[in-house]
């Protein structure tokens, strides 16, 4: 069975950065595409990005609201997707939940809020 | 971008009976290449993360009870759930992947009357 597990949602500043993981088990690591969401607090998905397996390149596409400012990445020894996210405003604050797939989504993490106050 | 509509925002349906949710693109998701349609659909149930349903418009994912079904083509799509169970009182969400970036609707909040 494929489960996704989010970690390193928190509390951050306007304009600080920080982390997400993504720990996948079950899956055969570098064949899959994984993909980055988020849900504002009582709203819709938006999709953030998505990372190519290393068998299609392992290069990412991203969204423009978040485009120079998110970085998906890989790290194959430890089978983790990350998300950085950098200059984090207040609009950034939802959970964020990582799923693999590149077109849709199956299965989905049971997510990490952040949240960007001051 | 693609925008998704979803209609209506939210339907209360009596046990067993037909559930009916809307979604409509503002473009064309229709994949001239393989006449697919880039459209899923997924449930989100109270604090749990969404769950895909239907993939390329009408192909139910494993594990997904044969109540819910997905039709339409080009911009029009329907979710059917036949006949409606507790268990189901869920968000109802359309997504395309047609275009980047992929888009979702605005979600359909179907309840028990």
């Known amino acids: 069975e494929v489960q996704l597990v989010e970690s390193g949602g928190g509390l951050a500043q306007p304009g600080r950065s920080l982390r997400l993981s993504c720990k996948t088990s079950?899956?055969?690591?570098?064949?899959?595409?994984m993909s980055w969401l988020r849900q504002a607090p009582g709203k819709g998905l938006e999709w953030l990005g998505f990372?190519?397996?290393?068998?299609?390149?392992?290069?990412?596409e991203y969204a423009a609201s978040v485009k120079g400012r998110f970085n998906i990445s890989w790290d194959d020894s430890k089978t983790i997707a990350y998300l950085q996210m950098s200059s984090l405003k207040t609009d950034d604050t939802a959970v964020y939940y990582c799923?693999?797939?590149?077109?849709?989504?199956?299965?989905w993490g049971q997510g990490t809020l952040v949240t960007v106050s001051s | 971008d693609i925008v998704m509509t979803q209609s209506p925002d939210s339907l209360a349906v009596s046990p067993g009976e037909r559930a009916t949710i809307n979604c409509k693109s503002s473009?064309?998701?229709?994949?001239?290449?393989?006449?697919?349609?880039?459209l899923a659909w997924y449930q989100q149930k109270p604090g749990q993360p969404p769950k895909l349903l239907i993939y390329?418009?009408?192909s139910r994912e494993s594990g997904v009870p044969d109540r819910f079904s997905g039709s339409g083509s080009g911009t029009d799509f329907t979710l059917t759930i036949s006949s409606l169970q507790a268990e189901d009182v869920a968000v109802y969400y359309c997504?395309?992947?047609?275009?980047?970036?992929?888009?979702f609707g605005q979600g359909t909040k179907v309840e028990i009357k």
């Open positions: 799923a693999l797939g590149a077109l849709w989504f199956d299965p």
């Open positions: 990372i190519r397996s290393k068998t299609y390149g392992g290069a990412a």
């Open positions: 473009q064309s998701v229709l994949y001239s290449s393989n006449n697919k349609n880039d």
């Open positions: 997504q395309q992947h047609h275009d980047t970036p992929w888009t």
């Open positions: 390329w418009a009408s």
């Open positions: 079950g899956l055969s690591f570098g064949d899959n595409a």
